[in-house]
């Protein structure tokens, strides 16, 4: 387990100011794992320019007025953006969502304990994520009688996709030093609980899901990459798709939640370079069942949609699996 720490002040008055509480969309059910809480309360909001201060980084510049005041805080890792009143923010230019829209009081620009703790600290000021032992679960989504999403073109499956994918990117991981593992290698169902247990029985220091993605509704104009990383403890989703949204729930894999923004930005960066696809952010979510028992840094990429006829075209493309592979074996090196 990681052992995260905060160089925020909670105790200092004139820095520290309370907004009206959020509250969770649900209550807590009983099987829900509640322990530990939350890291900061989550009424507890922070001068971002004390923060920035205190971490020896740039104070934070505006950037803009409209249509809404914009701020943007750097350091040597690179720059976040930061939209008062907006969860949308980014990170070198990528989307990133945040848990609550920046606030401005008395000149200065607050910002939510849990987005320092979890959002901004890991990317402007945290220790770079390491990579252990080098061993890595590759998990192609679906497989068997589930098949995941149909191309819009011709109904190919998405398993057909995602495990052309990860038996592209095993080889390359492995000449780069890793020692790889895929959850499938053949045409299989396997249950999300089994792909936690296989990433566990293999001491896995990353784990990688790999998907194709589609709307609900076959809306063939909506296209792009994303990619999810599990929601901390206390914090909205960026998305729940009609799932509930319990902010007090913690799940094994939140003990690496900083490492796991760390790695989906990293890999979503490299994917969007070396793709050219549109960007539809990194998410934090909690309805994503293969992540929830993860024991170490896990992300979850949808390398595109099905649903979209110019995207399913690429993706049906091998060359263009090809490309999204050398893209997450480029980033782990």
Not at 110 to 117: E, K
Not at 158 to 178: C, I, S, V, Y
Request: glycine share 6%; net charge neutral.
């Amino acid at each position: 387990m990681s052992n995260e720490t905060s160089s925020l002040n909670w105790s200092d008055t004139n820095l520290v100011k309370k907004l009206p509480a959020p509250r969770s969309i649900r209550p807590m059910t009983p099987a829900v794992r509640t322990n530990p809480p939350p890291a900061a309360p989550v009424t507890t909001w922070t001068s971002l320019n004390r923060w920035a201060a205190e971490n020896k980084i740039s104070a934070p510049r505006r950037l803009s007025n409209t249509p809404v005041a914009t701020y943007a805080v750097g350091s040597t890792n690179g720059t976040m953006v930061l939209d008062i009143g907006s969860r949308e923010a980014t990170w070198n230019g990528v989307e990133i969502q945040l848990g609550f829209g920046p606030q401005f009081i008395d000149d200065q620009v607050f910002v939510h304990g849990l987005d320092l703790y979890k959002n901004l600290e890991p990317l402007l000021s945290g220790p770079p994520l390491t990579f252990g032992n080098r061993v890595i679960v590759i998990d192609p989504g679906h497989g068997g009688s589930n098949v995941g999403t149909r191309s819009v073109l011709d109904g190919r499956l998405e398993k057909e996709f995602t495990l052309d994918w990860a038996k592209r990117l095993a080889p390359l991981l492995a000449t780069n030093g890793w020692q790889v593992f895929l959850t499938r290698t053949n045409d299989v169902d396997m249950a999300l609980s089994n792909r936690v247990m296989f990433a566990e029985a293999h001491h896995a220091d990353l784990f990688i899901s790999l998907h194709f993605n589609s709307t609900p509704d076959r809306n063939k104009k909506i296209a792009g990459l994303e990619t999810y990383c599990s929601t901390p403890a206390g914090m909205p989703s960026s998305l729940m798709r009609n799932y509930s949204d319990i902010w007090s729930q913690y799940f094994p894999n939140n003990s690496f939640d900083a490492q796991n923004l760390q790695l989906a930005v990293l890999l979503h960066t490299a994917l969007l370079r070396a793709s050219d696809e549109d960007d539809r952010g990194v998410r934090r979510v909690r309805f994503i069942g293969v992540l929830h028992g993860q024991r170490h840094p896990a992300a979850l990429i949808e390398g595109g949609y099905l649903s979209n006829p110019h995207e399913a075209k690429r993706i049906e493309n091998p060359a263009f699996r090809q490309k999204l592979a050398q893209a997450v074996a480029d980033a782990l090196r």
